[in-house]
Nanobody, 125 residues
Framework: VQLQAFGGGLVQAGGSLRLSCAAS????????MGWFRQAPGKEREFVSA????????HYADSVKGRFTISRDNVKNTVYLQMNSLKPEDTAVYYC???????????????????WGQGTQVTVSS
């Protein structure tokens, strides 16, 4: 599976962006999808995840209530709508796919089989 993330950019604090991640080369509905981010000088961290059907979503506490993950299994795309952006949201955002599974551990990077190249999000104060 190949993943391509796009939609990043420069936005002022309080603004919004929508990231997209297009998948190809596999059956999209076989995969749960996640978003992670890495800020300069920091470890990569979990942001959000969605199960294969879109019926279950999960968020890091830092983005809960501001970000919304969704997916379109016809367009083979997962989205991350980011509202009320803060300077601390500045990071490279990565999408990732894991073969669908039951249970939790949504934030565990090692469970994700495929990664996109990342898209930069910069939030100015």
């Amino acid at each position: 599976v190949q993943l391509q993330a796009f939609g990043g950019g420069l936005v002022q604090a309080g603004g919004s962006l929508r990231l997209s991640c297009a998948a190809s080369g596999g059956t999209f509905s076989w995969y749960d999808m996640g978003w992670f981010r890495q800020a300069p000088g920091k470890e990569r961290e979990f942001v959000s995840a969605i199960n294969w059907s879109g019926g279950s979503t999960h968020y890091a506490d830092s983005v809960k209530g501001r970000f919304t993950i969704s997916r379109d299994n016809v367009k083979n795309t997962v989205y991350l709508q980011m509202n009320s952006l803060k300077p601390e949201d500045t990071a490279v955002y990565y999408c990732a796919a894991r073969v669908r599974r039951s249970g939790s551990n949504w934030s565990l990077e090692s469970l994700y089989n495929y990664w996109g190249q990342g898209t930069q999000v910069t939030v100015s104060s």
